[in-house]
Structure formats: structure tokens, C-alpha cells
């Protein structure tokens, strides 16, 4: 006997109303896509569940894949028998004895199938007789048991499990629409990514790239942390802008302390013009409030105004510490700290302004035309697509 499934449960998507098949079917598709290189693994759904069929695969791997996935609230590894009484029995104290360091115990029996001969209640009794006479030193108890044996009789066969492996919550990738994310390189972008993911968006990347300013180094840190965000949800387009050219104008023909505003500005008109491109409907930032010149309430107030798309930023409320916690969790931050600027870190004015007007702004852009070199950024933009398979992307393997 051997623990052949991993049973799935599904958390907040349960609330969801009439459009649940749609969230269920998506988490589906995105754990099929997960464990397709596991050879015979499947995938199934019935009523309130979905299993992992192991035919036979190490589960720990798997599991391991799971709990990167967005929508599963808990992973548990199952035996399936048939719906006899004795196999049952016997499926259960396995079960039991698979569990580590267990003094306690507790049996919870849902009879899905009312077909069953038994009584939950008084299968609760039988199984928990059958364990207490084939172990030694463990008792029951069913306020705080060590280890909570469940059992599931369903109609086409029972579960058994004996424990519950934490997932990561939150929506299924795809299921939420998709959304730009300005990709910088730093620790607080990333972050925004994951988190926005968190809530089932799909996200395409875009990154301001000037080189001779910045590096190719620089490029390929950002492609890496793209790859790590895709651990936790699809492939990502990148959309690498040559950012050079605008940003040099921006800085030579605008007042200084205005220079910033306006760069980010244009990164937004950009940001826009490909979204359109590409269907999307938001944009999602790394900002924080108050952190940097750029990231005021004036300062985002001004930025906003160059775009009616909905701007998620994830990181809002958060101090530094925290977004610093969550990176290290995703596995981001040591890509993110190490030392090649992008382009938002090349030209920091000595001081930026803090509270922008936009009356002002729009005075400034009036007097030079910018769009012959955003136009000539837009064509120029590189789209690379990358998916968690592709190990070439990281050339700081030998650096972390």
C-alpha cells in the first residue's frame, strides 16, 4: 500500500459564486501545465475536489510544484480504495503510521456517498478502534490531535489522508485578466509581480533598457527575475524597451528637477502602447508610497495623468522590510541586490521634486516634441517570452 494521490483544495475559491467553473477549470489547466513533465501523472476533478493521480511518481517533486501554485489553499497525499469497509480500515492505519512524531490522533469521516453502509459517526467509531488496537503508545484525542486522520467516502471510491501541506492561496493565474508589470531589476518590482499574481493576474513584463548607461548584465538580471516569477504562475513575455535615446532628451531638454516626473511619464504613455498591443488591460508597479521623489502622492497624482489604464500597486502600504521578507520568500531577492543599475538609477536628478504640479509637467513636454522618440522606442522594442524551463537566462549562477 502506498500513498497514490494528492488531493487538492481549493480555499477562497469555493466561495465563489456561479462562475466557480471557470476559476476550478483554470487551476486545473495551470497544475496540468505544472506536473506535465512527470510521465502518467493526471489530473482530475469530482465534486469539491481535484486529485493528482501519481501512477506511480515520487510525490514530492510534485507537491513541490503545487505549492507554487496560485488558488490551491492545501495539498494533501491520499490513498484511494474502494468503498469496502476493511480496506478502508486497512488504508487508514497506514495512513496513520506514514505521520512522524504522532502521540494523538483523530478520525474525521465525511460520507459523500450516502450510498454507504456505514454512518460517518459510526465509521468515526470503527476506524478509530481498528487504529488504537494495531498501534502502541497513541491515543485519541479530538480537540488538538497530532495527527487528523480524514476519510472521504465518495461515490466512485474513499480518500484517506493524515496530513495538510500549506499552499500558497489567493486565485488561479488567468483568471483575474493580465496585466503589464514595469520590471526594473530592484527588489520591490518582482515582489509587485508575485503579489499581483496572488490575486490571479497574468502578467507580461516591460523593461527601460539604456544601454551604454546600463549594462547587458543588467538585461539579463531582469530576464532572470522574470523566469523566477514564472515558477509561480505561466510563461512571461518581456518586452525590452531601448529606452536610451528618450531618456537623454528627457534629461537635456527639461527642467532638472522635473526630469524624473517626466521620464516616468513617458514610461507610462509607452507602457500603454503596448498594453493595447497586447490586449492588457492594467499596469502593475513596484511603488511605494513615499519611499522615493517619484512615488508621493503629488508625484503619482502627476504620473497617473497620462494614462486611463487602472494602475495596481501591490506594495503600496507596505515598509521596505516587509516587500525585503517577501522577496527572500520568493526566492527574488539575491538577484534583485546585485549591482547593475537600471535606467530609473543612471540619472537621478540632485533634487527631484517632491510635488510635482501637472499644469507644470504639461507646460514642459509643450515646449519639445517627444514623439518621434517614443515612436522610435516602440519599434525598437525586443519581446522575449520565458518559461521556467530555460536555465540559459541566468548568467549569475556562479555569483549566488
Not at 486545473?28 to 512527470?38: A, D, I, L, P, Y
Not at 513596484?286 to 497620462?306: C, F, K, P, R, Y
Not at 515646449?367 to 541566468?394: C, M, R, V, W, Y
Amino acid at each position: 500500500m502506498e500513498f497514490d494521490h494528492i488531493l487538492i483544495r481549493y480555499g477562497e475559491m469555493a466561495l465563489k459564486g456561479k462562475n466557480i467553473k471557470q476559476f476550478i477549470t483554470q487551476l486545473q489547466q495551470n497544475v496540468q501545465q505544472k506536473v506535465k513533465e512527470f510521465p502518467n501523472v493526471k489530473v482530475k476533478r469530482t465534486q469539491g475536489r481535484m486529485f493528482i493521480i501519481l501512477n506511480g511518481n515520487d510525490p514530492e517533486p510534485i507537491i513541490k510544484k503545487c505549492k507554487r501554485i496560485f488558488g490551491i489553499q492545501s495539498l494533501s497525499l491520499a490513498i484511494r480504495v474502494d468503498n469496502e469497509v476493511e480496506k478502508v480500515k486497512e488504508a487508514a492505519l497506514y495512513a496513520l503510521k506514514q505521520a512522524e512524531n504522532v502521540n494523538t490522533f483523530k478520525v474525521t469521516v465525511k460520507r459523500i456517498n450516502k450510498d454507504f453502509p456505514v454512518r460517518s459517526q459510526e465509521m468515526n467509531h470503527v476506524l478509530g478502534g481498528h487504529l488504537l488496537s494495531n498501534t502502541e503508545g497513541i491515543t485519541v484525542d479530538v480537540h488538538n490531535p497530532d495527527v487528523e486522520v480524514k476519510v472521504e467516502i465518495r461515490n466512485e471510491a474513499t480518500y484517506i489522508t493524515s496530513g495538510v501541506i500549506p499552499g500558497l492561496g489567493g486565485l488561479p493565474v488567468g483568471t483575474s485578466g493580465k496585466s503589464l508589470l514595469l520590471l526594473s531589476g530592484g527588489i520591490d518590482s518582482p515582489v509587485a509581480g508575485f503579489l499581483a499574481m496572488k490575486r490571479g493576474v497574468e502578467i507580461e513584463a516591460i523593461h527601460f533598457h539604456s544601454p551604454p548607461y546600463t549594462s547587458e548584465r543588467a538585461k539579463e538580471k531582469v530576464l532572470d527575475l522574470a523566469k523566477q516569477l514564472t515558477k509561480f504562475g505561466k510563461s512571461i513575455k518581456v518586452h525590452i524597451v531601448p529606452f536610451t535615446k528618450l531618456q537623454q532628451e528627457i534629461f537635456r531638454e527639461m527642467p532638472e528637477a522635473y526630469a524624473m516626473t517626466i521620464m516616468r511619464r513617458m514610461m507610462f504613455r509607452i507602457s500603454e502602447e503596448v498594453c493595447k498591443k497586447e490586449g492588457i488591460l492594467s499596469l502593475t508597479t513596484g511603488e511605494n508610497l513615499g519611499q522615493v521623489a517619484s512615488q508621493t502622492m503629488d508625484s503619482m497624482h502627476t504620473i497617473n495623468e497620462v494614462t486611463n489604464y487602472p494602475i495596481i500597486r501591490p506594495l503600496v502600504t507596505m515598509d521596505k522590510q516587509e516587500v525585503i521578507n517577501i522577496s527572500h520568500e520568493i526566492g527574488t531577492y539575491e538577484t534583485s541586490i546585485l549591482p547593475y543599475e537600471d535606467c530609473c538609477t543612471i540619472f537621478v536628478p540632485k533634487s527631484p521634486k517632491t510635488k510635482p504640479k501637472r499644469d507644470k509637467v504639461n507646460y514642459y513636454e509643450s515646449t519639445h516634441d517627444f514623439t518621434p522618440s517614443i515612436q522610435e522606442a516602440l519599434e525598437g522594442i525586443e519581446t522575449l517570452k520565458i518559461t521556467d524551463k530555460n536555465n540559459s537566462l541566468n548568467p549569475f549562477s556562479d555569483l549566488l
